[in-house]
């Protein structure tokens, strides 16, 4: 019997880097990018299914997409309570929105400082290459020193959207199974 199971992912990092942008397309399965900026100024959430590979099962994520500005600081965070995972985006041709992932990644992780909440850093806006300020390779250390996975993204050009939340569900369904496994063995 399919069995669907419910993940709550907190999008995180500053205000305009395409954290909006890549909800919606990756929402949209590719169809939609809006081209008129409209900031965030609390928490939109967005839902999806996605069928985990060589299942009858899959994760139905509620993505929190969350202002990136301080003055909204205190609102948002009271939506980020049991989070299944983080999701920090910066941009790349904009080294300040690099720096400040650790402090994204810090204040979701304080939600819940028991426990392991698996992520992804998400490189955006790589069609700017020629105005690129964070390297790959600065991305992908930063990432694996905070045992991030790495992925780079346009949401303009829709390349490699899908990838970091298929990437992330596909974790949360192993983390749920290993979960179920122990709790069997418990009885």
Not at 37 to 59: A, F, L, R, W
Not at 75 to 100: C, L, Q, R
Not at 106 to 116: A, G
Not at 163 to 176: D, G, Q, S, W
């Amino acid at each position: 019997m399919p069995t669907v199971i419910r993940a709550k992912f907190i999008v995180v990092g500053d205000a305009t880097v395409g954290k909006s942008s890549l909800c919606q397309v990756f929402h949209s399965d590719g169809s939609f990018f809006n081209k008129a900026y409209t900031m965030t100024t609390g928490v939109e959430m967005v839902t999806k299914q996605i069928n985990i590979p060589d299942t009858k099962d899959s994760v139905e994520i509620y993505l929190y997409d969350s202002a990136g500005k301080e003055i909204f600081a205190d609102h948002i965070s009271k939506f980020w309570d049991h989070p299944s995972g983080v999701i920090v985006v910066y941009d790349v041709a904009t080294e300040a929105t690099f720096s400040n992932c650790q402090k994204w990644l810090d204040r979701v992780r304080q939600t819940e400082p028991n426990l392991h909440i698996p992520g992804v850093l998400i490189a955006n806006k790589v069609d700017l290459d020629q105005r690129r300020r964070v390297s790959p390779k600065t991305g992908k250390d930063f990432a694996s020193s905070h045992g991030l996975a790495y992925f780079e993204c346009s949401a303009k050009e829709m390349q490699g959207v899908d990838a970091p939340f298929y990437f992330l569900a596909n974790e949360f369904y192993k983390l749920y199974q290993e979960r179920i496994e122990t709790l069997k063995s418990l009885s």
